[in-house]
């Protein structure tokens, strides 16, 4: 799939996308917002105080692709296994700086998936179909947040653990049930490393 973002004057960006592209793009980012749930007291009344001392989960979550989202904060896979006692540590570690940032994290992933559902669903098509998105440098940085976070998802649910595997992608036969998934992890990469470089000095 063609199209790579292009700096606009005065700052942000613009990318031309098809109706395919589109779809695809919106459709991920409803199934990340879905992922990662509604957070807490979604159906209650805002209440800010409330929610600056809201305590989240100190455990990892189940899901493999929330995991790679949140991630602990004190595990080094690349690192020895430690002792007993410093792997309790560790643990423990993650634990309470899991408690008092997941939910933070969860909020701002949200709302960059929401930036990107609300941008798509405003653009004006054009007569041969798509439109051209135009984003503002604030806009630009939810959006490459965003499509880091899509990327995330997808390379976990592919097992993506290096750049090894990266390298592996390329030569899947057409007939493999990854393709699509595949094509589109490329895809969001090249749209990813485009955006970095119109937000660039």
Do not use: C
């Not at 002792?83 to 969860?106: C, I």
């Not at 051209?132 to 995330?152: A, F, G, Q």
């Amino acid at each position: 799939m063609p199209g790579h973002f292009e700096p606009l004057p005065g700052g942000g960006a613009a990318v031309a996308l098809d109706d395919v592209e589109i779809s695809i793009i919106r459709s991920l980012a409803v199934q990340l917002l879905e992922l990662i749930g509604p957070g807490p007291g979604a159906d209650a009344p805002a209440d800010p105080l409330a929610e600056l001392f809201a305590e989240g989960p100190s455990e990892p979550p189940a899901d493999p692709v929330l995991r790679r989202l949140f991630p602990d904060a004190y595990s080094d896979p690349e690192k020895a296994p430690d002792s007993p006692a410093q792997a309790e540590e560790r643990r423990a570690y993650s634990a309470e700086f899991r408690r008092y940032t997941e939910n933070d994290l969860r909020a701002g992933k949200r709302e960059n998936a929401l930036a990107v559902i609300r941008s798509l669903d405003a653009l004006a098509p054009v007569d041969e179909g798509g439109a051209v998105l135009k984003l503002t440098p604030e806009e630009s940085r939810r959006w490459l947040n965003s499509l880091n976070d899509l990327r995330l998802a997808i390379g976990a649910r592919l097992e993506i653990t290096d750049e090894d595997d990266t390298e592996l992608l390329y030569r899947l036969p057409d007939d493999d049930p990854r393709k699509p998934m595949v094509m589109a992890y490329l895809w969001l990469g090249g749209l990813q490393e485009t955006l970095v470089s119109t937000l660039m000095p």
